[in-house]
């Protein structure tokens, strides 16, 4: 019986065959894949610890900086401000507000944050600022243009030609503009302002006008006559009140209401002093009682 062998012994080699060594650790890919991945876990955290605290933003905003103030050595510093459009605001107030001056850098000025201040001031409706290198910059401004003046709850206001408000505390240059009142006049102070301009010389004499409803418009004249506007085809009744007045001179006389809200009639209210009112229509006339007149402004 043999004898088993539990242990057995190393190969041996054969004579002339080179005897194999052990690989360094340095040279097995695991030990290098260990390296690069606990390099790479050392550089990211430090990132992380600069970018945490702050640091990296410093240093990037020093070296941008000093980028900045050396190419204003070289011509890139602002020397002229081009302005197209400006008409209402005023001069110093625009330069404030773009917080330029002759020298500054031309990199350090922001056209965005700029034109962000610049749409705030109250007579700017649209603006573009542009950096025109090396030492220009230009805006190009469209002004809101004066409308009327809104009145609402006792107060006046200014508005511009699409119904918004100029916010200025003094507008007294604009006094002479058309009142509107009613809540919703703003918006459609535009489109009176056109019809009443089908008539030019009957349009100078208007001092105010009242929305009514939001549907239509009653119109006060400079010697207090209230004129009824209707809420369909307001311009033929504005025209058919223009021929009137050129036959009849009721501007002087005593009626205090022209009411145009029915079509192809001509309704006229007296004041209080008298005691009859007319109703033109086709040429014929008729007696009518003189309602209050409802103005209300």
């Known amino acids: 019986m043999r004898r088993l062998r539990i242990f057995a012994s190393k190969p041996k080699l054969k004579r002339g065959q080179p005897r194999r ?16 991945l606990l390099v790479g876990t050392a550089i990211g955290l430090g990132c992380l610890w600069i970018w945490k605290t702050g640091l990296f ?10 980028f900045i103030t050396s190419s204003a050595k070289y011509g890139f510093a602002v020397r002229e401000v081009y302005v197209k459009g400006r008409i209402e605001t005023n001069k110093e ?25 610049v749409t705030a001031l109250p007579w700017i409706r649209t603006a573009v600022i542009e950096r025109q290198l090396p030492d220009v910059v230009y805006l190009s401004l469209v002004e809101r243009k004066p409308l009327a003046l809104w009145q609402h709850k006792g107060d006046f206001t200014l508005i511009d030609t ?7 505390n003094n507008f007294g240059k604009y006094n002479n503009l058309k009142i509107v009142v ?7 102070a535009s489109n009176l302002l056109g019809i ?20 239509r418009w009653d119109i006060k004249m400079d010697n207090d006559l209230e004129v009824y506007l209707p809420e369909l085809e307001p311009v033929s009744a504005w025209v058919q009140l223009a021929e009137l007045l050129e036959l009849h001179d009721l501007m002087e006389g005593d009626v205090a209401i022209v ?9 006229l ?5 008298t005691e009859e009112g007319m109703e033109l229509k086709s040429n014929r006339t008729s007696k009518q009682s003189n309602p209050k007149s409802r103005w209300d402004t």
């Open 21 to 36: 060594r052990a690989r360094p650790i340095w040279r097995q890919p695991t030990f290098w894949s260990i390296i690069f």
């Open 57 to 66: 933003q410093e240093l990037a905003g020093k070296t941008r900086w000093q």
């Open 93 to 117: 107030l625009l330069l404030n507000t773009l917080r330029l001056k002759r020298g500054t850098p031309i990199f350090a000025f922001d056209p965005e944050a700029a034109l962000e201040r």
């Open 162 to 168: 699409s119904g918004e408000i100029i916010p200025l």
């Open 182 to 188: 009613g809540w919703n006049a703003p918006k459609h």
């Open 196 to 215: 009443l301009a089908v008539a030019p010389e009957l349009a100078k004499r208007v001092k105010a006008a009242v929305r009514v409803g939001d549907r």
């Open 259 to 267: 009411d145009l809200r029915l079509p192809g009639r001509i309704i």
């Open 269 to 273: 209210r007296q004041s209080p002093k």
